[in-house]
């Protein structure tokens, strides 16, 4: 079979439910956005601290750009690592109590580099069974042998753990535990303190992805691995509450070191531009300030939830500022999303293989430019929908 009709077949199996488009979104004043033509209250996005337009960031963009051009030419062990990323690392460091940071391209780019850079298939990884795809593929990458554990269920992984040795002798392998803090699909938030715990009774080492909780929680608003420092790898990145772009791993000096040599996600991609380097400096002065605004999300959050209680609807309880609505299949979640799309709201249908088979969401993402007001619109046209 010729690529051209594998191409073609493939396509053609692909139902309407499971088929993705890309569509045209332009940003307008934080919570509207024009998408496919019409104003939107946009619940889809992750700006969550309304950073991206911030006029700090902006100006500190500006300039960079001024100061160092464009783009920084090459990877960063070329010519490419302008000095501001030395100032950003370790202050990085400083915010979130880790020994030292790295900072990459994106966040997708770092899980699947970082984590076959560390293993191989002499190594074990227990993972959540609802982690993100990136570490999903960096373990798959690295060949390492894996299990996976039930959700957010830390008994089900101690169960697990307990009965290693009758896995063949697993024990005497390097052992790795991979969990989110804060889940991008249905806003589940991990007890981290309990997996830090696990991980040193079973001598286990422990990979945190905090993308969606930065900037939103922890320390000095850097996330739920902030000041946890025994965590054995935290990520996070600057392209959801931080409002910038790219990623950044916390880790030890001697981790540090090890990867400027043999992560090829890190020593062969361009270094980011000088302009998103602003973004994150602005970032990084901008969010331990705003208590305020995570205290906003939080009662957002808890109005939203309380409001979806009184209506028709299967939702995820979330302890963040995600909330999702939850269907069996992907066409009552694309008549949702489209019931919103046309009366004012942009809100994203979630399927599989995003969400487990046999399951699909509307995932509703909070952001401190919503107000009291955009909740009660919002719940007031979900009341409107029958399921």
Same mark, same amino acid.
């Given at each position: 079979?010729?690529f051209s009709?594998?191409?073609?077949?493939?396509?053609?199996?692909?139902?309407?439910?499971?088929?993705?488009?890309?569509?045209?979104?332009?940003?307008?004043?934080?919570?509207?956005?024009?998408?496919q033509?019409?104003s /939107?209250?946009n619940?889809?996005?992750n700006?969550?601290?309304?950073?991206?337009?911030?006029?700090?960031m902006i100006?500190?963009?500006?300039v960079?750009v001024?100061?160092?051009g464009?783009?920084?030419?090459?990877?960063?062990?070329?010519?490419?690592?302008n000095?501001?990323?030395?100032?950003l690392?370790?202050?990085?460091?400083q915010?979130?109590?880790?020994e030292?940071?790295?900072?990459?391209?994106?966040?997708?780019?770092?899980?699947?580099?970082?984590?076959?850079?560390?293993?191989?298939s002499?190594?074990?990884?227990?993972?959540?069974k609802?982690?993100h795809?990136?570490?999903v593929?960096g373990?798959?990458?690295?060949k390492?042998?894996?299990?996976?554990f039930?959700?957010?269920?830390?008994?089900?992984?101690?169960a697990?753990?307990?009965?290693?040795?009758?896995?063949?002798?697993?024990?005497s392998?390097?052992?790795?535990?991979?969990?989110?803090?804060?889940?991008?699909?249905?806003?589940?938030?991990?007890?981290?303190?309990?997996?830090l715990?696990?991980?040193?009774?079973?001598?286990?080492?422990?990979y945190?992805?905090?993308?969606?909780?930065?900037?939103?929680?922890?320390v000095n608003?850097?996330?739920?691995?902030?000041?946890?420092?025994d965590i054995?790898?935290?990520?996070?990145?600057?392209?959801?509450?931080?409002?910038?772009?790219?990623?950044?791993?916390?880790?030890?000096?001697l981790?540090r070191?090890?990867l400027?040599n043999?992560c090829?996600g890190?020593?062969y991609t361009?270094?980011?531009?000088?302009?998103?380097l602003?973004?994150?400096?602005?970032?990084?002065?901008l969010?331990?300030?705003?208590?305020?605004?995570?205290?906003?999300?939080v009662?957002?959050? /808890?109005?939203?939830?309380?409001?979806?209680?009184?209506?028709?609807?299967k939702?995820?309880?979330?302890?963040?500022?995600?909330v999702?609505?939850?269907?069996?299949?992907a066409?009552?979640?694309?008549?949702?999303?489209?019931?919103?799309?046309?009366?004012?709201?942009?809100?994203?249908?979630?399927?599989p293989?995003?969400?487990?088979?046999?399951t699909?969401?509307?995932?509703?993402?909070?952001?401190?430019?919503?107000?009291?007001q955009?909740?009660?619109?919002l719940?007031k046209?979900?009341?409107?929908?029958?399921?």
């Amino acid at each position: 079979m010729t690529f051209s009709s594998l191409v073609a077949a493939e396509s053609i199996e692909l139902s309407p439910d499971s088929r993705r488009t890309l569509k045209s979104c332009t940003p307008l004043e934080a919570p509207y956005v024009i998408y496919q033509g019409k104003s /939107l209250c946009n619940f889809a996005g992750n700006d969550y601290l309304n950073l991206a337009n911030h006029p700090l960031m902006i100006e500190r963009s500006i300039v960079y750009v001024k100061k160092y051009g464009a783009n920084n030419q090459s990877s960063r062990l070329v010519t490419g690592n302008n000095e501001a990323y030395d100032h950003l690392e370790r202050k990085l460091a400083q915010l979130t109590g880790f020994e030292s940071a790295l900072i990459f391209a994106s966040g997708y780019q770092l899980n699947a580099s970082v984590i076959p850079s560390l293993m191989s298939s002499a190594d074990f990884a227990w993972i959540d069974k609802s982690i993100h795809r990136s570490m999903v593929e960096g373990v798959k990458l690295s060949k390492a042998r894996f299990k996976r554990f039930a959700h957010i269920n830390n008994q089900d992984l101690q169960a697990r753990l307990k009965d290693r040795d009758a896995m063949g002798g697993i024990s005497s392998f390097n052992q790795w535990i991979f969990a989110e803090s804060v889940y991008s699909v249905d806003g589940s938030r991990h007890d981290i303190v309990e997996l830090l715990q696990l991980s040193k009774q079973y001598n286990c080492s422990l990979y945190i992805d905090d993308a969606h909780a930065t900037g939103v929680a922890g320390v000095n608003g850097m996330g739920l691995a902030a000041g946890k420092s025994d965590i054995t790898l935290a990520m996070g990145c600057f392209s959801k509450g931080l409002g910038a772009y790219g990623a950044y791993l916390l880790c030890s000096k001697l981790t540090r070191e090890y990867l400027i040599n043999r992560c090829p996600g890190l020593i062969y991609t361009t270094a980011l531009p000088p302009a998103t380097l602003g973004a994150i400096d602005a970032s990084l002065e901008l969010v331990p300030q705003l208590d305020s605004a995570r205290s906003h999300l939080v009662k957002l959050s /808890l109005s939203l939830q309380s409001q979806l209680e009184d209506l028709p609807f299967k939702f995820k309880r979330s302890e963040s500022n995600i909330v999702s609505i939850v269907f069996e299949t992907a066409e009552r979640a694309l008549a949702l999303s489209l019931h919103l799309q046309n009366n004012g709201f942009l809100a994203v249908a979630l399927r599989p293989p995003t969400t487990d088979k046999g399951t699909s969401a509307v995932r509703l993402s909070l952001s401190c430019a919503h107000s009291e007001q955009h909740i009660d619109q919002l719940s007031k046209v979900l009341r409107q929908f029958r399921p």
